[in-house]
């Protein structure tokens, strides 16, 4: 079997790995790929978002299964491209997609079918938002309606951050058309769950639990970023579970399936548990990056025969097997990130860390200059341990990572801190 990984990223990197292991994939190419994929994939030159011309590559080599890493191509509409030219690939339609392609979008969808989410309005100007923020009350968030590489959440506390949301989102208009039309939302406290199913238009199937640390600094302060680490399990109350996948998951699936945009993919729910229950705070429509790197070296199964499932619609009681073990990604980021990154620093020392048991390095934003591994961007290397316990694998993941070396390397010291 011929699979093809869209992306570049650690996520991908770590896809491609796990492909790589068996399921019957004999050849994997990848698009961009990076110089760590290069090992077990074929890099290929076409750009993530270049939907039409992968397509085309894709059918030129009769790729039996293709897997979307980022959010972008699915909201472009690469899976509709493939489908045109009955192409297999992981990921929703252009139309399914818009769950995380528009929050106005999704909000309203939530609406419609019950599903439990902040209250919110949809706003063009300042003073439809100054009115919102009246009705709502502080905290309140701002939401960019469209994609905004994760930039697009302002949560606001005070009068001052008002005002500095009221100018960024509708002065500066620092979200372009991504920003036309913005949520302002209901503040809802809790604890944050992230959870991650695949779904194939009726049936859905629970991925391993996990945590990601979202902002750049221990201790979760400092701005926010893609993510900086992540372990997987994490401990998550079956009752909580059920209640998810009952109030949030199956009403999205069923009711996507009913408006006639079924739902084939990865959904990711960005989750409030409040006092009064789950919310839905967003979704995603792809795996999350670092949680992919903690969740998919856990999976005993092989991963192209669940991939096919997904996209047959077949996945139907099929289950996925999870190895006892524990797995924990800490993410080495370039200087300056999340703001302007570094780039072009030497790495070193990947070998020291490759070597020890049970260590994997997922390539993120890398590249290759006269033969050498440089950095090339925020979020470089997501160095994975894995151990018995949450704690044991974090310390193998701390220990291989500080083996691993490039000018100003940044990461969290505290990733699965108070995990046993
Ligand atoms: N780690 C969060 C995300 O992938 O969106």
Not at 39 to 68: H, M, W, Y
Not at 93 to 114: H, M, Y
Request: hydrophobic residues 45%; aromatic residues 6%.
């Amino acid at each position: 079997m011929r699979a093809l990984v869209v992306g570049g990223g650690a996520r991908e990197h770590a896809l491609a790995w796990k492909l790589s292991q068996g399921g019957g994939v004999d050849e994997i190419y990848a698009a961009p790929g990076n110089p760590g994929m290069a090992g077990i994939a074929t890099c290929v030159p076409i750009a993530a978002d270049a939907t039409v011309e992968l397509a085309e590559f894709a059918s030129s080599l009769k790729v039996d299964l293709t897997v979307v890493g980022p959010e972008l191509p699915l909201v472009l509409g690469i899976a509709d491209e493939f489908a045109r030219r009955g192409l297999v690939l992981v990921g929703p339609s252009r139309a399914a997609a818009e769950l995380e392609g528009s929050k106005v979008f999704t909000k309203e969808f939530c609406l419609r079918q019950g599903i439990p989410t902040p209250r919110a309005r949809v706003v063009s100007d300042r003073d439809q938002a100054a009115a919102a923020v009246k009705a709502i009350g502080t905290p309140v968030v701002f939401k960019a309606d469209g994609l905004a590489a994760g930039k697009g959440v302002q949560v606001c506390r005070s009068g001052a951050e008002v005002d500095d949301a009221m100018v960024r989102y509708f002065e500066e208009r620092s979200f372009g058309a991504a920003g036309e039309r913005v949520l302002v939302e209901e503040c809802v406290g809790g604890e944050e769950v992230s959870f991650m199913v695949l779904a194939d238009g009726a049936s859905v199937l629970p991925l391993a639990s996990a945590r990601d640390y979202k902002r750049v600094g221990d201790g979760d302060e400092g701005p926010n970023t893609g993510g900086m680490g992540a372990v997987s399990p994490v401990p998550l109350e079956p009752a909580l579970a059920t209640a998810i996948l009952r109030e949030i998951v199956y009403p999205t699936v069923a009711g996507m399936a009913a408006e006639g945009r079924p739902y084939r993919g990865v959904l990711y729910a960005g989750v409030m548990v409040t006092a009064a229950g789950p919310q839905l705070l967003e979704f995603n429509c792809r795996l999350g990056d670092p949680e992919t790197q903690a969740v998919i070296p856990r999976l005993e199964d092989d991963l192209a025969p669940l991939l096919r499932a997904v996209a047959a619609g077949e996945l139907g009681a099929q289950r996925a097997a999870w190895k006892r073990e524990a797995a924990a990604c800490v993410v080495l980021a370039a200087a300056g990130y999340p703001g302007a990154s570094r780039r072009g620093d030497p790495i070193t020392g990947l070998g020291d860390a490759l070597a020890r048991p049970g260590v994997l390095v997922f390539n993120g934003a890398t590249a290759l200059e006269d033969g050498r591994l440089v950095t090339a961007g925020g979020r470089v290397l997501s160095v994975v341990g894995r151990g018995a316990t949450v704690s044991a694998a974090v310390a193998a993941a701390y220990e291989a990572a500080a083996t691993v070396r490039f000018e100003d390397v940044q990461y969290r010291r505290d990733i699965g801190r108070g995990l046993a």
